[in-house]
């Protein structure tokens, strides 16, 4: 593996996000400050968007060249979009979602942030690519 794989990265914020999580958990930060579950969506899809960019590009399993910028954000932008949708119906499914008021507005809000995160890494990644190759 690289010295400066993208997986390093993905696993730092996985580190980030895992820590937040139990913060926010034992301080209540999910229901007294509205922003933070679109900060954790955010992190979730820049995480998730590094794994996908690294697996497919960067791994060397799939493609041997270089992504070009627009290739890794579709690839990163699929991946999140449809991990971020299945999360969603578990939410619902298992009565998560009773907890707010306005679900769809949530849940829209939720696959935004899930998005801008891996258009993010998709970015970052495709030029940390193109600069190893």
Known sequence: MKKHSLLYIAFGLVVVLGTL???ATAFYFYWTLWW?????????????????VWFLFDSGIFYKHPP????????A????VTVGIVWEIFEYV??????????TVDTLADLFFDALGAILAGVIGAKRLLKSF
């Open 21 to 23: 999580h139990f913060i």
């Open 36 to 52: 933070f579950d679109n900060l954790m969506h955010f992190l979730a899809g820049l995480t998730g968007g590094f794994i996908a």
């Open 68 to 75: 070009t910028v627009s290739e890794s954000v579709l690839w």
């Open 77 to 80: 932008l699929l991946f999140l």
């Open 94 to 103: 298992n009565g998560i979602t009773q907890l707010f008021e306005s679900y």
